[in-house]
């Protein structure tokens, strides 16, 4: 999600650049296959709804003189144009504070392997330190608001930038947050240091503090919202209306969690919250709490009122003695 999240940030900036300059058009770089030309175009707009749009990989002109990254590469290397490709290594990058990912060249091909060295954030698991890290990751409302390191060093960070930097940093260094994924349109590799850190850490405390149909419905918001976003959304009403409805599930997701960094696992330690909907004394096998046993008797069978009926059915169908039973395929060899 680094590149979707990404593109409407630079959309807008493009269109407040546009209207500041008097510009009617703007123009961007995405190829015509991918996504971005659907979220960089989307973004300008939504806000800008007028915009005229120059894509010059849709236009016939450009697309037929340059097939594809190799002739880009020998134009630039033409006309003195400095660029990080080479013809042997010709990854498509995309690089910002949340992500890298890399496309194209040898990992197009989904049997091989990456090389070691493709990768910029994170180290190779089996050269990670020996020794783990143990962060405390403090939420507020659902936003990361200090992380501090556990460990010798005891640093603390606060301001959002130098956080994320920072775990950025710690979680790259042991190897978390790098996956090697064919999409439905690509293969590539992406490294998300510090999102997978706080991805755990959150979804941990998340479920600690808020009400399991809240957080049933939460789950499911957040899957629209992904999509909306992967596809280009950013800007449209339903986004904005679910952004809004996910803000609200998180006024009670607030206190700490600990979690422990080693070898591409991040594995939470613990967790606390004044806000928490856990009970000790309801849950506890030891106490019996405010709970009384006896009535779950009804609960039970209310539940079981359709489970016995369908076998009721199923006795007339004679399929009773294939109840929860799945059909194993024969080996025809045999």
Known sequence: MGTSVARPCIGRKMIDVAKEEGADFVSHGATGKGNDQNRFELACYALFPDVKIIAPWRLPEFYNRFRGRQDLLAYAKEKNIPVDATPSCSYSIDDNLMHISMESGILENPASSPPDDTYRFTTNPLKAPDVPARLEIQFSKGIPVRVTNLDDTKETFTKPLELYRYLNKIAGLHAIGRIDVVENRFIGIYETPAATVLYHAHLDIELFCIDKEVYRIKRYLAHEFSEQVYNGFW????????????????????????????????????????????????????????????????????????????????????????????????????
């Open 235 to 334: 800007y449209s009403p339903e986004c904005e209306f679910i952004r809004q409805c996910i803000d609200k599930s998180q006024d009670v997701v607030e206190g700490l969690v600990r979690v422990m960094l080693y070898k591409g696992g991040c594995h939470i330690m613990g967790r606390e919250s004044p806000l928490s909907c856990y009970n000790e004394k309801l849950v506890s096998m030891d106490v019996k709490g405010d709970y009384e046993p006896s009535d779950a008797d009804g609960f039970i069978k209310i539940n079981a009122l359709r489970l016995r009926e369908y076998c009721r059915v199923s006795l007339k169908t004679g399929k009773r003695e294939d109840l929860g039973k799945r059909k194993v395929l024969q080996n025809s060899t045999n």
